[in-house]
């Protein structure tokens, strides 16, 4: 009464051959609807699940796409989150996500794993500390993806070159940066502090970028006491600016390099008794639906969250020639909102 029903059990109640089920469970081949119909009712009626093992030896994809992230809890990640959840729904996939919390031989782990159980595609989302041990190792999971008819996907992360056997969905992460920069330049700031993330993180490092390259093009050298490294936590931006503030350092301007650390920012200012945009004008990045509810209304370099997830699933989903060599730029645009104020122009003397 116990034992698991088998393939052979459904085929005897359905009464079709085992190759008629097979072929109805994998989808692949086409089935007469009344057999079909009578396959599906008999798997009902026996509760049978196929067999993970035997489908992955046989070749067999698991109808998985595996989400890889930092956390689950970052806005960012979230919002792309839900749109690789919403086209994989769409797409008659399940939705697997794994998380990292910034540990690239955790990531790394997880696209093996996801290999060896024949996921549909592996979509790894966000920035990763890079080095030639992650690229090498991570190459040779690719590769093995691709060889079993799978899809690795970076998304919200750079390509890691033209040979590389993955597709990459990005956004324009030093120009959003350049942007912003340029937008807190044009409204007379010099001295603009930038609250960046961690040192050789992909995508801070591209935000650095765009800081530094905006600087230059107004011809305003870059102060290397007002260019903080940290975790971007909420709780980052606060320390962080609160030192500066201590310190004596001479700001008008923050440029954030995420909503969370602004938001840090903003507290800081205010447990200082200084008025944003009054004293120090701050401007984020992501667009997080945070943004417009902070006081005042975070103006912040918006993405394409949810259109980065749905691109990336169905990219990963085509099949065809040199699928998985293809690269989509995405772009971003400045929400404006009310913490970015022009410095008063000073009286030219007659």
């Known amino acids: 009464m116990n034992k698991r029903p088998t393939i052979r059990d459904v085929a005897a109640l359905a009464g079709v051959s085992v190759a008629t089920v097979s072929r109805v469970l994998s989808g692949d081949y086409p089935v007469a609807g009344n057999t079909r119909t009578k396959v599906q009712r008999a798997v009902r009626e026996l509760d049978y699940v196929v067999n993970a093992h035997a489908r992955a030896l046989s070749g067999a994809t698991s109808n998985v796409v595996a989400l890889v992230m930092y956390d689950v809890v970052t806005p960012f990640f979230a919002h792309i989150a839900s749109g690789v959840e919403y086209q994989a729904a769409e797409s008659d996939r399940l939705c697997l996500v794994c998380t990292t919390h910034g540990d690239p031989d955790r990531e790394l782990e997880i696209v093996k794993l996801m290999r060896e159980q024949h996921a549909d595609a592996v979509i790894l989302v966000g920035g990763v500390l890079m080095n030639d041990d992650y690229r090498e190792r991570m190459y040779r999971y690719a590769k093995g993806l691709e060889d079993a008819g799978s899809r690795l996907v970076l998304c919200g992360r750079?390509?890691?070159?033209?040979?590389?056997?993955?597709?990459?969905?990005?956004?324009?992460?030093?120009?959003?940066?350049?942007?912003?920069?340029?937008?807190?330049?044009?409204?007379?700031?010099?001295?603009?502090?930038?609250?960046?993330?961690?040192?050789?993180?992909?995508?801070?490092?591209?935000?650095?970028?765009?800081?530094?390259?905006?600087?230059?093009?107004?011809?305003?050298?870059?102060?290397?006491?007002?260019?903080?490294?940290?975790?971007?936590?909420?709780?980052?931006?606060?320390?962080?600016?609160?030192?500066?503030?201590?310190?004596?350092?001479?700001?008008?301007?923050?440029?954030?390099?995420?909503?969370?650390?602004?938001?840090?920012?903003?507290?800081?200012?205010?447990?200082?008794?200084?008025?944003?945009p009054d004293d120090v004008s701050i401007i984020g990045y992501d667009d997080t639906p945070m943004a417009p509810e902070l006081f005042p209304a975070l103006t912040s370099v918006h993405l394409p969250h949810e259109e980065l997830g749905r691109t990336a699933v169905k990219l990963a989903l085509q099949r065809g020639e040199h699928s998985t060599r293809q690269h989509v730029m995405l772009g971003t645009h400045i929400a404006m909102r009310d913490s970015v104020r022009p410095l008063p122009v000073a009286p030219v003397e007659p």
């Open 158 to 276: 750079p390509s890691l070159g033209p040979d590389f056997p993955a597709i990459t969905v990005e956004y324009d992460n030093a120009g959003g940066a350049f942007a912003a920069t340029s937008h807190l330049l044009s409204a007379g700031h010099r001295r603009i502090v930038l609250l960046g993330g961690p040192v050789g993180n992909t995508t801070f490092d591209a935000r650095l970028d765009g800081y530094r390259r905006a600087m230059e093009a107004f011809r305003v050298p870059v102060d290397p006491a007002l260019v903080v490294h940290d975790d971007m936590s909420q709780d980052a931006g606060f320390r962080q600016t609160r030192r500066l503030l201590a310190a004596g350092a001479e700001f008008t301007a923050i440029f954030a390099a995420n909503d969370l650390a602004a938001a840090g920012a903003m507290r800081a200012l205010r447990a200082a008794g200084k008025r944003v």
